[in-house]
Structures are given as structure tokens and as C-alpha cells.
């Protein structure tokens, strides 16, 4: 008979897998946004399957992402102005630092964040790019002028059209088979706000027609018309009443201004009082509120342990989300990827069972004879071959890592711990087994890592940056605690007050005096020897917070029923308690 403390684990696993459904809530929010939330559940019936007009414009991103984070304020404005234009052209979001949706970002192939992808109407599923376009994420500024550009160059009849006017007969501006009575013609000064007030009323194609010109496009038309530069901006009305066209000029208050707020509310205005319209097509819509950052109240947390659960927590998102999302590993990516797990198997200082599943990691990766590996591979890799003695949980729980939102610290939090760490427990070994240490091997393989395999595209090129000069300061067995030490206070530096800095935990220079007293001289200055010292007792894997007795075993039978797909016990069908 199984004893009841058995049933009461397995209730634990399978309630969290059961829970493992509910996607991170990342960045946005779909009905005060305007944009669309992907996920591994959603993206392919909303980008692929469904017979819609729209194209998307994805951002994919990581919710711990530093850069993502001071992405978001700029796509949430751009969504915001392109809310209209949602017969065209929708904005979408997928937080691929939720390990739900790894499988999804590796099959699109997301290898930084953010990336930027526009996919067109009704795309194949052809991997890697479906048929998308990336967009340069720097460039920002144009990302909507570069959207009217794919609509001008498309014939799509169920779109706008953006191409100027170019007949000198204004019967020509009403399509054959169409019945709008009404038509707007833009004067143009400005190509880009005449695009964008035409994208604005794009739910209303089949109501009324807005066309732009300009006197290099129609010098003729605009002559006849009478138009002189003087009345730039300029609308002019034209009606189609039982096939005879009536037109004026109706450049009402745009005093020369060339807005694309004056130039719709002109043409709203017109539209309300005419005939053979339905007046609340045009009703105004509410101005979404501003967002506004909400401010935690901050929280006084001094973290006195280092927590072995956040290390765990961050190896497994590590190996199993964010490595994977490369297509293919190969080159100098296989050379990091090797060194890096070499340097994991060597150096990290957890419980038996994960150094056990470390060191087997390595020995296959190290077996492989050709110079590069598949994501898929990767994945199934990180997987097998786990039992009570080797294994590394599929768990998601954040201890002192943890922020006060589900999108502060997290993954960044457990790297930065993991590689104090990984430099402390190389200085142990150092002393304890009497061996040298390759001091600038450590700092050069997480170097590597960063680089190829930390996926925050900015904070990748700036830790590239605050570690230029690693060669000229690792002299000594103890100078790469130090120097990774000193890299980190000055990120600390450089981001306090950041949009990205959790409210509750202030970024400050470590350790603080609370935790290290003896640590600052009288003129308030840090103390190198004395961080040294706090550093080798805060960071060794003899102080930390050991995982408890329960997770311990919570662990152990997620590794015998998740991958190698064993029975949990006699009589219990075959479950795949955490699996993916």
C-alpha cells in the first residue's frame, strides 16, 4: 500500500503541472494596449491559421529583459497610435522568457531581445521566418513609415490604398463597382501624415474613399482645382451624387498646419452632417488612460543567504528555455556552449544530484563529434537519462530572487548570483585540492555565455563592454571574485534609478553596510580585502539556503516521471509529471 505522504507528493507535482498552464503575464496587457498576446497555446492559429486581412507586428521579447523593459513604454505609444489601423496591420507581443512558450520562440527562431518581426497577411508556416520581415530594432523612429511602405507597394483591394492620385479626373478616384458617395482627397506637404490619416478611417473603405496627392504628383489637377500653395494642407470633398461629382476645397482651421489630428477631425466633421451616412460609424472612441508605472512601496529586504532554490530556478530556465532558442548551435556558439558547461560541471557548488546531472551534460556534450547540435537536440539532451542520483528540476520558484512584480529580477538575479559563485567555489577548489586556478578562464567562459547565449541584446553589448579590460586586472587566484565583483557594482551604478530597477530593491553598492559592516573604511569607502573575505563566506555553498527536505523529494520523483517516462509506482499509469 502507498503511504499517504507519497499521494500528498504526488498531488504537489501535479498540481504545479496543472498550474504550468498559466502563462507569466509579461510586459503588456492586451485591452489597455491594443496589442495582441501571443503564446505557445495562441500563435500559430492567430499568425497562421486564421482567415483574417491584418498583418502582425510582433515584438518577442523577455519580461527579465533589461532592454525589453525600456522597449515596452514605446511599443505600447506605437500600438497606441496604429490602434486604428487594426484592418491592416495588428501589434502583438510574445514573452519568450516564459519557459511555456520557449517551444514557440525556438520553431521562430528568436535568437536576442527584442525582436521585431513583421509577418504578412496570412503567412505559410515555413520555417525560420514564415515569410516575415525583421525589423531593426534601433530604428524605431520609422517603424510606422515603414509599415505605410509595405501597404503603398501591396494591391490588396481590402487595403487603403497609399499610392498618390495621379489622374486629372476626379471620377477616377471612386473604384469601379463601388457605391461611396463620398471622397476625400489630402494636398499633401507632409507624404507621411497624409499615409497615416488615410490609415486612420481604414475600417471605412467600404464608406467613404481618402486619397492623397501632391503638385509633383498632379501639378495639372491641382491647377484646375485652383489650388495654390497658400491652401497646403488641404482636403478637398468630392461627392458623388446619382454619377455626377461635386467638389470643394474644405481646408476649415488647418491654417497651414499640416496635423493629422486637424486633417481627421475635418473629415469626421463633414461625415456627421452628410447624407447616406451612418453618423455612429465616426463616434468617438474613449481615449485609453495613460499608463502610468506604478510605485511599489518600497520594501527594506537585505538578503543575508545566497537561496540554492534561485540557482536551480535559474540553470533550468537556462538550459532549457533560453540556450535552446538558437535553431542551431554551431561554430564559435558550440565552442561557448561546451566551455560554459564545462566550466557548470567543474564549479557549481549545488546538491550531489545536480553536480551529477552537470557532469553528465558534460560528458555528452563532449562526446559529440560534429561542430554543432540542433536547439530540438539541445532540449532532448537536458532531458534524458535524469534518475534519483542525477537531475535538475523543472522548477520555476524564485526565493531571494524574487521581485515585487512577476516582471523584476528573476533570471538576471540568479545569474549574477550563479557567476559570484561560480568564481567563489574556483577559489575553494583552489584551497582546498591545492590546485591553481585558470583565473581568466572563468571570467572569459562566462563571457562567452553573455555573449552568445544571454539573449537581452543591450545588456549582452554591455557587459561586453564593462568587461573589456578583464585581462588587465586578472593577475592573482582571487581577482576574478574581485573583478566580477567590482563589473557588478558598477552595473549597479549605472542602472539605479533605471526604468528597469525593482522599486523594492533599490540598486545599491554590495554589500551594503547592513550585511558588511567591517567592510567600509571611515571615509565610507569599500574595503577590497574586506569584500574579499565577505564575499568567500556570503557566496560558498556552505552558507547558503539549502533547498528543504520536501523539494528534495518533490525533485527526485519529478526526475524518474518526467524524463525518462517511468512509472511513478506500481499500478500509477506512465506520467509526464513536469514535462513541457
Not at 494596449?33 to 501571443?38: A, D, F, M, N, P
Not at 505559410?124 to 530604428?139: M, S, V, W
Not at 461629382?245 to 486633417?263: A, C
Not at 532532448?380 to 530572487?401: A, F, G, I
Amino acid at each position: 500500500m502507498m503511504s499517504i505522504q507519497f499521494f500528498i507528493l504526488l498531488f504537489i507535482v501535479l498540481t504545479y503541472r496543472l498550474d504550468a498552464k498559466n502563462f507569466h503575464p509579461g510586459l503588456y496587457k492586451a485591452d489597455k494596449h491594443h496589442i495582441t498576446i501571443l503564446n505557445d497555446d495562441n500563435y500559430r492559429k492567430i499568425l497562421f491559421e486564421e482567415a483574417g486581412k491584418s498583418m502582425y507586428f510582433v515584438e518577442f521579447y523577455a519580461h527579465w529583459c533589461g532592454t525589453c523593459k525600456r522597449y515596452a513604454p514605446i511599443w505600447i505609444k506605437l500600438a497606441d497610435e496604429a490602434k486604428s489601423w487594426k484592418n491592416v496591420v495588428k501589434f502583438a507581443a510574445m514573452n519568450c522568457g516564459d519557459s511555456l512558450n520557449s517551444p514557440a520562440c525556438t520553431d521562430l527562431e528568436i535568437h536576442m531581445y527584442p525582436t521585431i518581426r513583421l509577418f504578412p497577411v496570412r503567412p505559410q508556416f515555413n520555417p525560420p521566418l514564415h515569410g516575415a520581415t525583421d525589423f531593426d530594432t534601433e530604428k524605431k523612429s520609422i517603424f510606422l513609415s515603414q509599415i505605410l511602405d509595405e501597404v503603398e507597394k501591396s494591391n490588396k483591394t481590402f487595403w487603403p490604398n497609399l499610392k498618390p492620385f495621379k489622374s486629372q479626373n476626379l471620377n477616377d478616384i471612386f473604384p469601379i463597382g463601388k457605391r461611396q458617395k463620398y471622397a476625400f482627397l489630402i494636398i499633401e506637404n507632409d507624404a507621411l501624415i497624409a499615409k497615416k490619416t488615410i490609415m486612420d478611417f481604414s475600417d471605412f473603405l467600404d464608406t467613404f474613399i481618402i486619397r492623397r496627392t501632391n503638385w509633383n504628383e498632379n501639378a495639372d489637377l491641382l491647377k484646375n482645382l485652383k489650388i495654390d500653395n497658400s491652401s497646403l494642407p488641404g482636403l478637398v470633398v468630392i461627392e458623388n451624387i446619382n454619377d455626377r461629382i461635386f467638389y470643394r476645397l474644405y481646408n476649415k482651421n488647418l491654417f497651414n498646419k499640416d496635423s493629422r489630428e486637424e486633417l481627421s477631425a475635418l473629415i469626421k466633421e463633414y461625415i456627421q452632417t452628410a447624407p447616406y451616412i451612418n453618423h455612429q460609424l465616426l463616434t468617438t472612441t474613449k481615449t485609453p488612460e495613460t499608463i502610468t508605472a506604478q510605485k511599489s512601496e518600497q520594501i527594506d529586504k537585505i538578503v543575508s543567504k545566497v537561496s540554492m532554490q534561485d540557482l536551480e530556478t535559474g540553470l533550468h530556465l537556462m538550459l532549457r528555455n533560453e540556450i535552446p532558442q538558437s535553431g542551431t548551435i554551431k561554430e564559435e556558439e558550440f565552442y561557448a556552449l561546451r566551455r560554459w558547461i564545462r566550466t557548470l560541471a567543474m564549479y557549481f557548488p549545488g546538491r550531489k544530484e545536480v553536480r551529477n546531472y552537470l557532469a553528465n551534460l558534460d560528458r555528452k556534450l563532449s562526446s559529440i563529434k560534429s561542430s554543432h547540435i540542433t536547439g530540438d537536440e539541445w532540449i532532448q539532451m537536458t532531458k534524458q537519462d535524469q534518475n534519483s542520483e542525477s537531475y535538475l528540476p523543472e522548477s520555476t520558484e524564485w526565493v531571494h530572487c524574487k521581485g515585487s512584480t512577476p516582471n523584476y529580477r528573476g533570471y538576471p538575479c540568479s545569474l549574477w548570483t550563479l557567476f559570484h559563485t561560480l568564481t567563489v567555489h574556483q577559489y575553494e577548489l583552489r584551497i582546498d585540492m591545492s590546485k591553481s586556478v585558470d583565473v581568466r578562464g572563468i571570467i572569459e567562459s562566462i563571457r562567452f555565455f553573455v555573449r552568445y547565449f544571454f539573449r537581452c541584446s543591450e545588456c549582452s553589448k554591455n557587459f561586453k563592454k564593462e568587461t573589456y579590460d578583464y585581462l588587465d586586472h586578472l593577475k592573482e587566484s582571487q581577482d576574478a571574485v574581485l573583478y566580477l565583483w567590482k563589473v557588478h557594482n558598477s552595473v549597479n551604478s549605472r542602472l539605479a534609478k533605471d526604468i528597469t530597477e525593482d522599486p523594492a530593491f533599490p540598486k545599491v553598492q554590495f554589500p551594503p553596510k547592513q550585511l558588511c559592516p567591517d567592510c567600509y573604511d571611515i571615509d565610507n569607502q569599500l574595503v577590497d580585502n574586506k569584500v574579499f573575505d565577505f564575499l568567500m563566506s556570503y557566496y560558498s555553498s556552505k552558507n547558503m539556503l539549502p533547498i528543504n527536505e520536501l523539494d528534495k523529494r518533490v525533485g527526485n520523483l519529478n526526475a524518474r516521471s518526467i524524463l525518462n517516462n517511468s512509472q511513478v509506482s506500481k499500478g500509477i499509469r506512465k506520467t509526464k509529471l513536469l514535462s513541457r
